[in-house]
């Protein structure tokens, strides 16, 4: 196409203006706020009030986005501007703008005054919308496709994702196309030789599906392709794959970011996340295809716990409860079910690899009665991951050597050790909580236990004792379970 510079001289010059009403007045030409939260302030107007979804600003409103979140408009001719947080803009009179086809057309006007605008107009013929952005830098007159505009002081950035406009700046003018980048700035010629970031590529561990303790700290990492000549990367977390509903959004320099689940964005299990590069002139690329996440939480029972090599120990009897937000089965972010398959383990590897039966997810999970551990596979259909919990059954174990082994009362003390150990090595048995109980037949004894790390000592005094006993030592941990127990048989000294 060829671009007549005088006549885009002249209809940049000779726009018309369009009739205003008061802020917040149903105005046919206004735009209407369809997401978002900020403030206003009319032309003359020496006060700001507050803005939101369903109120028309019209001509002369100066507008400014929320700190913590972006301000979506619309306008009568389909036209979406999007303000990020923070930016200011004001709405100035419309009319006739240049169109792609060396025609006129009627379009309205933005003056971004600082921070950023996206701007995407609706699928029509060449020649039917534009839509103009200024700035003390310049004129961006958009005929059609993306836009996303960058002002900072006086200078301002512009990256045409796909589609066509017009640049207007320091007296020159001249249309570029899909894929351009742009930098303008005041009183010097503009620069068209800018490219734009490229949209960051997913790495391919990165995110996925998790599962972790309920009030427990854990985070998500999130990994993506270095993009070159990047100044910092943006990134948006959302609670649908549209990332409208965007909960959180942070920024880094370096091309990963861990996401919280402490509460904070992923702790109501399933989310979006995509990232977009700042190249160092300022130009923003297009946001990534939109990762989802998803984070499944689970209860532990009374006496369990998770080992450091991460098992889940349990107690005898005992399961984990899968948790879900609402109270429902798990489920994944597109609502279909969590998947499961479990897998037995020995204390030795097979040499062949295990089939795995997969079936739906329930409310618990727990161990076979027949093994010591046991290693769950969960996967998320929707996300097409997988990931597995292990299971594993607390083996705390006490030791009892009482000597001598044919004790005659009331001659003999008894000297008793109480050894406890993990055969698993998950539980630190030196500060393990452990009580000893000590019996003659059915009546206890007292004992002065001495403790020295795992090992308990102590001398059991003998009784005058009429018919033969048995003195007997019980061990339990500290949920009081039986872990282990010893037994010497005494004989009473003949009477003489």
Same mark, same amino acid.
């Given at each position: 196409?060829?671009?007549? $510079?005088?006549?885009?001289?002249?209809?940049? =010059?000779?726009?018309?203006?369009?009739?205003?009403?008061?802020?917040?007045?149903? =105005?046919?030409?206004?735009?209407?706020?369809?997401?978002?939260?900020?403030?206003?302030?009319?032309?003359?107007?020496?006060?700001?009030?507050? $803005?939101?979804?369903?109120?028309?600003?019209?001509?002369?409103?100066?507008?400014?986005?929320?700190?913590?979140?972006?301000?979506?408009?619309?306008?009568?001719?389909?036209?979406? +501007?999007?303000?990020?947080?923070?930016?200011?803009?004001?709405?100035?009179?419309?009319?006739?703008?240049?169109?792609? /086809?060396?025609?006129?057309?009627?379009?309205?006007?933005?003056?971004?005054?600082?921070?950023?605008?996206?701007?995407?107009?609706?699928?029509?013929?060449?020649?039917?919308?534009?839509?103009?952005?200024?700035?003390?830098?310049? $004129? #961006?007159?958009?005929?059609?496709?993306?836009?996303?505009?960058?002002?900072?002081?006086?200078? /301002?950035?512009?990256?045409? &994702?796909?589609?066509?406009?017009?640049?207007?700046?320091?007296?020159?003018?001249?249309?570029? &196309?899909?894929?351009?980048?742009?930098?303008?700035?005041?009183?010097?010629?503009?620069?068209?030789?800018?490219?734009?970031?490229?949209?960051?590529?997913?790495?391919?561990? =990165?995110?996925?599906?998790?599962?972790?303790?309920?009030?427990?700290?854990?985070?998500?990492?999130?990994?993506?392709?270095?993009?070159?000549?990047?100044?910092?990367?943006?990134?948006?977390?959302?609670?649908?794959?549209?990332?409208?509903?965007?909960?959180?959004? $942070?920024?880094?320099?370096?091309?990963?970011?861990?996401?919280?689940?402490?509460?904070?964005?992923?702790?109501?299990?399933?989310?979006?996340?995509?990232?977009? =590069?700042?190249?160092?002139?300022?130009?923003?690329?297009?946001?990534?295809?939109?990762?989802?996440?998803?984070?499944?939480? &689970?209860?532990?029972?009374?006496?369990?716990?998770?080992?450091?090599?991460?098992?889940?120990?349990?107690?005898?009897?005992?399961?984990?409860?899968?948790?879900?937000?609402?109270?429902?089965?798990?489920?994944?972010?597109?609502?279909?079910? +969590?998947?499961?398959?479990?897998?037995?383990?020995?204390?030795?590897?097979?040499?062949?690899?295990?089939? #795995? &039966?997969?079936?739906?997810?329930?409310?618990? #999970?727990?161990?076979?009665?027949?093994?010591?551990?046991?290693?769950?596979?969960?996967?998320?259909?929707?996300?097409?991951?997988?990931?597995?919990?292990?299971?594993?059954?607390?083996?705390?174990?006490?030791?009892?050597?009482?000597?001598?082994?044919?004790?005659?009362?009331?001659?003999?003390? +008894?000297?008793?050790?109480?050894?406890?150990?993990?055969?698993?090595?998950?539980?630190?048995?030196?500060?393990?909580?452990?009580?000893?109980?000590?019996?003659?037949?059915?009546?206890?004894?007292?004992?002065?236990?001495?403790?020295?790390?795992?090992?308990?000592?102590?001398?059991?005094?003998?009784? #005058?004792?009429?018919?033969?006993?048995?003195?007997?030592?019980?061990?339990?941990?500290?949920?009081?379970?039986?872990?282990?127990?010893?037994?010497?048989?005494?004989?009473?000294?003949?009477?003489?």
């Amino acid at each position: 196409m060829r671009l007549r $510079t005088g006549f885009l001289v002249a209809a940049i =010059s000779a726009i018309s203006p369009l009739g205003t009403t008061s802020a917040g007045a149903a =105005s046919p030409d206004g735009a209407a706020i369809v997401r978002g939260e900020g403030r206003i302030k009319q032309d003359g107007a020496g006060q700001w009030r507050e $803005t939101t979804t369903a109120d028309i600003l019209d001509v002369g409103v100066t507008v400014q986005a929320a700190p913590d979140q972006p301000l979506e408009m619309i306008l009568p001719d389909g036209v979406t +501007i999007t303000l990020e947080p923070k930016s200011l803009a004001r709405w100035m009179p419309g009319g006739k703008l240049p169109s792609e /086809t060396n025609h006129w057309a009627h379009g309205y006007h933005l003056l971004l005054e600082e921070g950023e605008a996206e701007v995407r107009m609706p699928p029509a013929p060449k020649g039917s919308h534009a839509f103009l952005v200024s700035s003390r830098a310049g $004129t #961006l007159t958009d005929w059609r496709g993306q836009l996303h505009v960058r002002v900072h002081g006086d200078a /301002t950035s512009a990256a045409i &994702y796909e589609g066509a406009l017009v640049v207007g700046s320091n007296g020159q003018g001249f249309p570029v &196309y899909d894929g351009a980048g742009i930098l303008m700035r005041r009183g010097v010629n503009p620069d068209k030789s800018r490219g734009i970031p490229a949209s960051p590529a997913w790495d391919a561990q =990165s995110g996925g599906f998790r599962v972790v303790p309920r009030g427990s700290p854990a985070a998500v990492d999130l990994a993506w392709g270095a993009v070159p000549n990047t100044a910092e990367y943006r990134v948006e977390v959302a609670l649908d794959p549209s990332m409208v509903r965007v909960i959180e959004r $942070t920024t880094t320099r370096e091309p990963r970011v861990s996401i919280s689940t402490d509460g904070g964005a992923l702790d109501g299990g399933a989310a979006w996340v995509h990232v977009r =590069s700042v190249g160092n002139s300022g130009i923003v690329g297009a946001w990534s295809v939109p990762r989802p996440l998803h984070v499944l939480r &689970y209860a532990l029972p009374e006496g369990a716990f998770v080992a450091r090599d991460g098992a889940i120990v349990l107690p005898k009897g005992e399961y984990v409860s899968m948790l879900s937000p609402n109270g429902s089965a798990a489920s994944g972010p597109d609502g279909s079910p +969590i998947e499961v398959a479990y897998e037995n383990a020995g204390l030795s590897e097979p040499h062949y690899e295990v089939p #795995l &039966y997969w079936g739906r997810l329930g409310g618990s #999970l727990r161990l076979s009665e027949d093994a010591p551990m046991r290693i769950v596979h969960l996967r998320d259909r929707a996300l097409g991951a997988e990931t597995r919990l292990v299971l594993a059954r607390r083996e705390l174990r006490a030791y009892v050597a009482l000597a001598p082994a044919n004790a005659r009362w009331p001659t003999d003390p +008894i000297d008793a050790r109480v050894e406890v150990r993990d055969p698993s090595g998950r539980i630190d048995v030196s500060s393990e909580t452990v009580t000893l109980e000590t019996l003659l037949d059915l009546t206890p004894l007292s004992v002065d236990w001495q403790r020295d790390g795992n090992t308990w000592r102590g001398r059991i005094a003998p009784r #005058l004792i009429g018919d033969p006993s048995i003195v007997r030592v019980v061990v339990k941990d500290g949920h009081g379970s039986e872990i282990g127990r010893g037994f010497v048989e005494l004989e009473p000294v003949a009477s003489r």
